[in-house]
């Protein structure tokens, strides 16, 4: 599918409007998307949204640049009048009044919604062991650049919505990776902002200190002008205070690829277990390129990760945070708290508890006043390694670049942005690859402009149905 910049051209021009863009989309979920499983429900209202878009550019202009531009949302995020699932069964009946924060947004800027992406269950914290992109509710998402490859993260679905072409653009959240490692997995471009950036409000969680929403498109470009959209201070949100400025910059970013050139960037290895080697800083063809495009390039270390204060963070978070979101909810008989959403899986182990759910339980076992001095410490601990590791690594430079996912977690730990880009596909197998960069907090425009000198350089991004296209030769319509 075409990106932003052409559709929002040709509406302009008139030679396309929302209405047949929508219906395009549509069209295309249903004949593209029931082998991957990408969507777990149709917005019903998607073609009056685009009708009305048509109507506000007639009589007053687009509204932003994603002015009637079909938008995917993962299913953990509010969207008034339709269930948000997080793709568990006992949440199937669970119906906000009111849309997220972030939808609010995307429906001001004229943004059409046309369909919930599914998700790991819980956002990939109902169990330990289980695939990613599987939910009770919503099945198995799969990649469709490699069946046999993992969709990657909780944001699988919306992540293979865009790999595949069913439009141009999704919304993911993510806690630790959820964003960037199945953007990696699927050959696209992912940011994971810094943390408060984007309003937590309306957004089913799982440890308020790391979440967040973030945009999944084809390309950069794309994805800045998502992320201007959703970024903004929220009265409901304290962590979102110190975002005004730098959503400011990115409402009026015009990407300068050439900024790459005038940026100090580390290649970073990431050390093993003790006794193993560093893993390469990057694909030796990605940083010749970088060296072609006059990249400043530094071989940098940083130690391996150690995520046990990080888990015992989330689950701490877990339980409180689901009660705080379902507050405030209109009346229902669904689940309103962790444990009746693990207690409704007690009770039909047959279709909820395939893999179990171990996080889930953990996390109500937790005493949340008997360990908060522990918490407190285990968060500071950890995001103190995260940000000093960072930080020491950063010496002198501007952007981190790992190979891969692999800088996720340390941008997830520190609440600092990430960006992902993919670089093209290995010669055996033709799986995607891609690098993740990692900026200072607050970066996230001067980010997304050495992001798209990364992809100016480097970027190889082709569809899934030319890296593998037996799989779509089955498809109806292909």
Known sequence: MAGVGSLGRWLAEGSLNSRSLVTACLERIDVRDLPFGAIRMIVD?????????????????????????????????????????????????????????????????????????NLSELANFLTEGMPSGYSSLGGQVL????????????????????????????????????????????????????????????IFPIAPSQDTAGPMAGGVADAAALLAVMAGTDADDPATAGAEETATRLGSLRLDPSVLSRSGLGLVAVRGKEGDAPSRPLIEDEAAALERAGGHLRDVELPAQN??????????????????????????????????????NRAHPDVALKFGQTHVDAALAIDHTAQRDDYLEARRRDQAAAAEALESAMAGLD????????????????????????????????????????????????????????EAACGRRRPPSQINPAVFHRLKGS
């Open 45 to 117: 209202d998607a073609v009056a949204q685009a009708e009305a878009s048509d109507e506000h550019r007639r009589r007053h202009g687009p509204r932003s640049p994603l002015e009637g531009i079909p938008v995917i949302l993962k299913d953990n995020i509010d969207v008034a009048g339709l269930p948000t699932t997080a793709g568990s069964l006992a949440l199937a009946g669970s119906v906000p009044d009111r849309d997220a924060h972030l939808v609010t947004r995307l429906r001001e800027s004229g943004a059409v919604i046309v369909a919930k992406a």
């Open 307 to 344: 995520f046990e204060d990080e888990l015992f963070v989330l689950r701490y978070e877990f339980a409180p945070a689901v009660t705080a979101y379902f507050a405030g909810w209109p009346a229902s008989g669904g689940p309103r708290s962790l444990a009746e959403v693990a207690a409704w």
């Open 399 to 454: 952007v981190l670049i790992f190979r891969g996912d692999e800088g996720a977690g340390w941008a997830a730990r520190s609440g600092w942005p990430s960006v992902c880009v993919p670089t093209g596909y290995s010669a055996r197998s033709r799986r995607p690859r891609g690098v993740t960069l990692v900026g200072r907090a607050w970066t996230d425009d001067h980010l997304l402009s050495v992001a798209a000198g990364v």
């Open 143 to 202: 990649n469709p650049y490699d069946l046999a490859l993992t969709p990657s993260g909780s944001s699988s679905g919306s992540a293979a919505a865009v790999a595949l072409g069913l439009a141009p653009l999704a919304v993911g959240t993510e806690t630790d990776g959820s964003i960037i490692s199945p953007a990696v997995h699927q050959s696209l471009v992912g940011v994971k902002p810094t943390l408060g950036l984007v309003s937590r409000r309306g």
